[in-house]
């Protein structure tokens, strides 16, 4: 059973920095092409950031340039480094293995002006 675990939501000011980490487990890692999805109030989830197994990378128009996505496969972890962080980039962040399908259960993200 895959099982994904974010961490590193919190509150931020504008222009400030966070760092999320999405823990896999239950499954070979290095194999999943992974992805990171928000959803804010009202709104439906979008994708925001994906990676593959070999490290290829696409990003929403909305964050390119902001947030960088990595992989650690010896950790069985995957990353989103959010940099200067916009009002609007308030929403509930979740995890994805876009191979099997699989969700974790989100993190809040909330940038304040």
């Known amino acids: 059973q895959v099982q994904l675990v974010e961490s590193g939501g919190g509150l931020v000011q504008a222009g400030g920095s966070l760092r999320l980490s999405c823990a896999v487990s239950?499954?070979?890692?290095?194999?999943?092409?992974m992805g990171w999805y928000r959803q804010a109030p009202g709104k439906q989830r979008e994708l925001v950031a994906d990676?593959?197994?070999?490290?290829?990378?696409n990003y929403a128009d909305s964050v390119k340039g902001r947030f960088t996505i990595s992989r650690d496969n010896a950790k069985n972890t995957v990353y989103l480094q959010m940099n200067s962080l916009k009002v609007e980039d308030t929403a509930v962040y979740y995890c994805?293995?876009?191979?099997?399908?699989?969700w974790g259960q989100g993190t809040q993200v909330t940038v304040s002006s």
């Open positions: 994805r293995s876009l191979t099997r399908g699989s």
């Open positions: 239950g499954t070979i890692f290095s194999i999943h092409t």
């Open positions: 990676i593959s197994s070999g490290g290829s990378t």
